[in-house]
Protein backbone atom coordinates (compact mmCIF):
# COMPACT_ATOMS: atom_id res chain seq x y z
CA UNK A 1 0.00 0.00 0.00
CA UNK A 2 2.44 2.31 1.10
CA UNK A 3 4.20 1.69 -2.45
CA UNK A 4 0.86 2.18 -4.26
CA UNK A 5 0.55 5.80 -2.62
CA UNK A 6 3.98 6.75 -3.00
CA UNK A 7 3.31 6.13 -7.09
CA UNK A 8 -0.49 7.96 -7.06
CA UNK A 9 1.21 11.00 -5.01
CA UNK A 10 4.14 10.62 -7.99
CA UNK A 11 1.55 10.96 -10.40
CA UNK A 12 -0.87 14.02 -8.82
CA UNK A 13 -3.53 12.12 -8.85
CA UNK A 14 -3.88 11.83 -4.51
CA UNK A 15 -3.46 14.95 -2.16
CA UNK A 16 -1.37 14.08 0.47
CA UNK A 17 -3.28 13.97 3.60
CA UNK A 18 -1.63 16.40 6.97
CA UNK A 19 -2.89 14.13 8.78
CA UNK A 20 -0.35 11.43 8.25
CA UNK A 21 2.63 13.51 7.69
CA UNK A 22 5.81 11.62 9.26
CA UNK A 23 6.13 12.24 12.87
CA UNK A 24 9.59 13.92 11.12
CA UNK A 25 7.87 16.62 10.02
CA UNK A 26 6.88 17.39 13.68
CA UNK A 27 8.04 20.75 14.72
CA UNK A 28 10.35 20.72 17.61
CA UNK A 29 10.60 23.54 20.23
CA UNK A 30 13.57 23.94 22.36
CA UNK A 31 14.24 27.50 24.28
CA UNK A 32 17.25 29.26 23.50
CA UNK A 33 18.99 30.06 26.37
CA UNK A 34 19.25 27.84 29.96
CA UNK A 35 16.90 28.70 32.72
CA UNK A 36 14.51 29.58 30.22
CA UNK A 37 12.58 26.62 31.08
CA UNK A 38 13.11 23.88 33.21
CA UNK A 39 10.76 20.51 33.42
CA UNK A 40 9.71 18.66 36.30
CA UNK A 41 8.02 15.39 36.27
CA UNK A 42 8.48 12.41 38.97
CA UNK A 43 9.12 8.81 38.97
CA UNK A 44 7.59 6.01 41.12
CA UNK A 45 10.26 3.84 42.52
CA UNK A 46 9.72 0.90 45.11
CA UNK A 47 12.66 0.60 47.70
CA UNK A 48 10.89 -2.74 49.33
CA UNK A 49 7.69 -2.19 49.96
CA UNK A 50 7.95 1.74 50.45
CA UNK A 51 6.83 4.05 47.63
CA UNK A 52 8.86 6.81 46.96
CA UNK A 53 9.28 9.42 44.13
CA UNK A 54 12.03 10.56 42.15
CA UNK A 55 11.86 14.32 41.31
CA UNK A 56 13.81 15.28 38.56
CA UNK A 57 14.31 18.60 36.83
CA UNK A 58 15.21 19.08 33.74
CA UNK A 59 16.92 22.23 32.06
CA UNK A 60 14.92 22.63 28.59
CA UNK A 61 18.08 23.91 26.48
CA UNK A 62 20.87 22.51 27.46
CA UNK A 63 19.42 19.15 29.21
CA UNK A 64 21.56 19.98 32.07
CA UNK A 65 19.67 18.18 35.38
CA UNK A 66 19.65 21.19 37.84
CA UNK A 67 18.17 18.80 40.62
CA UNK A 68 17.16 14.89 41.40
CA UNK A 69 16.09 14.00 44.70
CA UNK A 70 13.73 11.01 45.91
CA UNK A 71 11.63 11.89 48.68
CA UNK A 72 9.47 9.06 50.72
CA UNK A 73 6.04 9.08 49.17
CA UNK A 74 3.76 9.93 46.13
CA UNK A 75 4.18 12.96 44.15
CA UNK A 76 3.12 16.07 46.71
CA UNK A 77 3.86 19.87 46.38
CA UNK A 78 6.64 19.60 49.22
CA UNK A 79 8.48 17.08 47.41
CA UNK A 80 8.39 18.78 44.05
CA UNK A 81 9.39 22.30 46.27
CA UNK A 82 12.06 20.74 47.36
CA UNK A 83 13.58 19.23 44.59
CA UNK A 84 13.50 22.73 42.62
CA UNK A 85 14.71 24.35 45.91
CA UNK A 86 17.49 22.52 45.33
CA UNK A 87 17.92 23.38 41.91
CA UNK A 88 17.71 27.02 42.15
CA UNK A 89 20.44 26.58 45.10
CA UNK A 90 23.23 25.42 42.40
CA UNK A 91 22.04 26.19 38.73
CA UNK A 92 20.51 29.55 39.46
CA UNK A 93 16.53 30.24 39.71
CA UNK A 94 14.25 29.25 35.73
CA UNK A 95 12.35 31.85 34.26
CA UNK A 96 9.74 28.90 33.98
CA UNK A 97 8.52 25.89 34.87
CA UNK A 98 6.81 23.60 32.80
CA UNK A 99 4.73 20.31 34.53
CA UNK A 100 2.21 18.28 33.64
CA UNK A 101 -1.27 18.29 35.31
CA UNK A 102 -0.60 16.46 38.55
CA UNK A 103 -2.60 18.08 41.15
CA UNK A 104 1.14 18.69 43.17
CA UNK A 105 2.64 20.47 40.50
CA UNK A 106 -0.09 22.17 38.57
CA UNK A 107 -4.03 22.42 38.80
CA UNK A 108 -5.01 25.44 36.61
CA UNK A 109 -6.25 23.91 34.05
CA UNK A 110 -8.71 22.16 36.89
CA UNK A 111 -9.60 25.57 37.70
CA UNK A 112 -7.67 25.81 40.42
CA UNK A 113 -4.09 27.10 41.83
CA UNK A 114 -1.83 24.68 43.20
CA UNK A 115 0.64 25.59 46.25
CA UNK A 116 3.49 25.15 43.99
CA UNK A 117 2.07 27.56 40.76
CA UNK A 118 2.01 29.90 43.35
CA UNK A 119 5.01 29.15 45.49
CA UNK A 120 6.76 29.80 41.94
CA UNK A 121 4.78 33.05 40.83
CA UNK A 122 6.00 34.46 43.85
CA UNK A 123 9.28 34.31 43.08
CA UNK A 124 8.72 36.16 39.30
CA UNK A 125 8.95 32.34 37.84
CA UNK A 126 5.96 31.41 35.29
CA UNK A 127 4.15 27.91 36.27
CA UNK A 128 2.88 26.27 32.57
CA UNK A 129 1.34 22.75 32.59
CA UNK A 130 1.25 21.13 29.37
CA UNK A 131 -1.83 19.78 27.47
CA UNK A 132 -4.22 17.54 29.28
CA UNK A 133 -3.62 13.93 27.80
CA UNK A 134 -0.47 14.84 25.35
CA UNK A 135 2.71 13.99 27.54
CA UNK A 136 4.64 14.95 23.97
CA UNK A 137 4.53 18.46 25.39
CA UNK A 138 7.20 16.86 28.74
CA UNK A 139 8.96 14.89 26.23
CA UNK A 140 12.31 16.02 27.09
CA UNK A 141 11.68 15.24 30.60
CA UNK A 142 9.85 11.76 30.23
CA UNK A 143 12.25 10.99 27.86
CA UNK A 144 15.62 11.89 30.49
CA UNK A 145 13.67 9.35 33.00
CA UNK A 146 15.12 6.17 31.09
CA UNK A 147 18.38 6.64 31.72
CA UNK A 148 17.45 7.33 35.76
CA UNK A 149 16.16 3.94 35.27
CA UNK A 150 18.69 2.10 33.54
CA UNK A 151 21.30 3.67 36.29
CA UNK A 152 19.22 2.29 38.78
CA UNK A 153 18.58 -1.04 37.50
CA UNK A 154 22.14 -1.55 37.52
CA UNK A 155 23.24 0.37 41.18
CA UNK A 156 20.77 -1.23 43.35
CA UNK A 157 20.02 -0.06 46.57
CA UNK A 158 17.58 -0.58 49.65
CA UNK A 159 17.35 2.49 51.37
CA UNK A 160 16.29 5.70 50.79
CA UNK A 161 19.96 7.36 52.17
CA UNK A 162 20.82 4.72 49.24
CA UNK A 163 19.34 5.95 46.71
CA UNK A 164 19.57 9.54 46.88
CA UNK A 165 23.71 8.50 47.30
CA UNK A 166 23.61 6.76 44.29
CA UNK A 167 21.12 9.77 42.58
CA UNK A 168 23.83 12.21 42.87
CA UNK A 169 27.16 10.60 40.95
CA UNK A 170 24.43 9.71 37.93
CA UNK A 171 23.87 13.30 38.33
CA UNK A 172 27.25 14.27 37.74
CA UNK A 173 27.72 11.90 34.71
CA UNK A 174 24.21 13.00 33.12
CA UNK A 175 25.89 16.40 32.97
CA UNK A 176 29.47 16.40 32.49
CA UNK A 177 29.95 13.06 31.13
CA UNK A 178 27.51 11.32 29.11
CA UNK A 179 26.91 12.94 25.49
CA UNK A 180 23.29 13.72 24.91
CA UNK A 181 21.47 13.13 21.22
CA UNK A 182 19.86 16.53 21.54
CA UNK A 183 23.01 17.89 20.67
CA UNK A 184 24.98 15.95 18.63
CA UNK A 185 28.32 14.02 18.99
CA UNK A 186 30.66 14.27 21.87
CA UNK A 187 28.49 17.24 23.56
CA UNK A 188 27.16 17.22 26.87
CA UNK A 189 24.42 19.24 28.68
CA UNK A 190 26.95 21.01 30.42
CA UNK A 191 29.04 22.26 27.45
CA UNK A 192 25.54 24.25 26.17
CA UNK A 193 24.85 25.49 29.69
CA UNK A 194 28.77 26.65 29.67
CA UNK A 195 28.14 28.05 26.49
CA UNK A 196 25.47 30.32 26.47
CA UNK A 197 23.45 33.38 28.42
CA UNK A 198 21.25 32.27 31.36
CA UNK A 199 17.51 33.88 31.93
CA UNK A 200 16.19 34.71 34.98
CA UNK A 201 12.81 35.21 36.66
CA UNK A 202 11.34 37.88 36.45
CA UNK A 203 12.05 40.51 39.17
CA UNK A 204 8.43 40.92 40.64
CA UNK A 205 5.61 38.14 41.42
CA UNK A 206 3.57 36.86 39.09
CA UNK A 207 -0.15 37.58 38.62
CA UNK A 208 -1.88 34.22 38.51
CA UNK A 209 -5.48 35.71 37.84
CA UNK A 210 -3.54 37.73 34.85
CA UNK A 211 -1.43 34.95 33.34
CA UNK A 212 -3.89 32.07 32.69
CA UNK A 213 -6.07 32.45 29.66
CA UNK A 214 -7.32 30.05 27.15
CA UNK A 215 -4.44 29.81 25.34
CA UNK A 216 -2.27 26.82 26.20
CA UNK A 217 0.66 28.25 27.92
CA UNK A 218 3.25 24.99 26.97
CA UNK A 219 2.50 26.00 23.05
CA UNK A 220 5.88 27.61 21.46
CA UNK A 221 5.33 30.65 19.48
CA UNK A 222 3.82 30.14 15.86
CA UNK A 223 6.38 30.51 13.70
CA UNK A 224 6.29 32.75 10.64
CA UNK A 225 5.24 31.89 7.11
CA UNK A 226 8.51 30.16 5.28
CA UNK A 227 8.98 30.96 1.66
CA UNK A 228 8.54 28.27 -0.83
CA UNK A 229 11.31 27.62 -3.71
CA UNK A 230 10.68 24.99 -6.42
CA UNK A 231 12.71 22.44 -7.84
CA UNK A 232 13.24 19.82 -10.37
CA UNK A 233 14.89 16.68 -9.85
CA UNK A 234 18.31 15.95 -11.49
CA UNK A 235 18.82 12.69 -13.17
CA UNK A 236 21.17 11.67 -10.06
CA UNK A 237 18.45 12.39 -7.86
CA UNK A 238 20.00 15.83 -6.51
CA UNK A 239 18.65 19.28 -6.44
CA UNK A 240 20.98 21.97 -5.42
CA UNK A 241 19.77 25.21 -3.19
CA UNK A 242 21.92 27.76 -1.40
CA UNK A 243 25.06 26.30 -2.15
CA UNK A 244 24.00 23.16 -1.16
CA UNK A 245 23.37 19.65 -3.29
CA UNK A 246 20.39 17.70 -1.84
CA UNK A 247 20.14 14.04 -2.34
CA UNK A 248 16.47 12.66 -3.11
CA UNK A 249 17.21 9.52 -5.12
CA UNK A 250 17.07 8.21 -8.58
CA UNK A 251 13.14 7.61 -8.32
CA UNK A 252 12.46 11.06 -7.96
CA UNK A 253 14.33 12.03 -10.91
CA UNK A 254 12.38 14.20 -12.82
CA UNK A 255 9.88 15.21 -10.39
CA UNK A 256 9.23 18.63 -9.41
CA UNK A 257 9.73 19.07 -5.88
CA UNK A 258 9.25 22.03 -3.49
CA UNK A 259 11.65 23.77 -0.71
CA UNK A 260 9.98 25.15 2.44
CA UNK A 261 12.61 27.21 4.15
CA UNK A 262 12.78 27.56 7.66
CA UNK A 263 16.11 28.07 9.30
CA UNK A 264 18.36 24.81 8.92
CA UNK A 265 17.02 21.18 9.70
CA UNK A 266 16.20 19.32 6.44
CA UNK A 267 13.05 16.88 6.28
CA UNK A 268 10.85 15.72 3.49
CA UNK A 269 7.60 15.16 2.98
CA UNK A 270 4.69 13.82 0.58
CA UNK A 271 6.79 14.26 -2.08
CA UNK A 272 8.15 17.76 -0.79
CA UNK A 273 11.30 18.86 0.65
CA UNK A 274 11.22 20.68 3.52
CA UNK A 275 14.45 22.66 5.73
CA UNK A 276 12.50 23.06 8.98
CA UNK A 277 13.40 25.03 11.81
Not at 32 to 57: C, F, H, K, M, S
Not at 118 to 147: C, M, N
Not at 152 to 164: A, Q
Not at 253 to 259: D, H, L, P, R, T
Request: net charge positive; glycine share 10%; with cysteine.
Amino acid sequence: RATIARKLLALGLVEPNPRKRPRSSWRRFTRARPNELWQLDGIEWWLGGQLVTIYQVQDDCSRVLPAILAIPGGETAQGAQAALQAGFAEWGKPASVLTDNSRAFNQHRYGQISSTEAWLARQGIRPISGSVKHPQTQGKIERSHQPVKTWLEHHPVTTLEELNATLAPFQRYYNNNRQHQGHGIGITPIMVWDSLPKDTPLDQPINLDELYGRQPLSLPPKPAEPAVIGRRVGGNGRIQWASRIIYLGTRRAGQQVWIVVDHDQIDHHAGNLHLLG
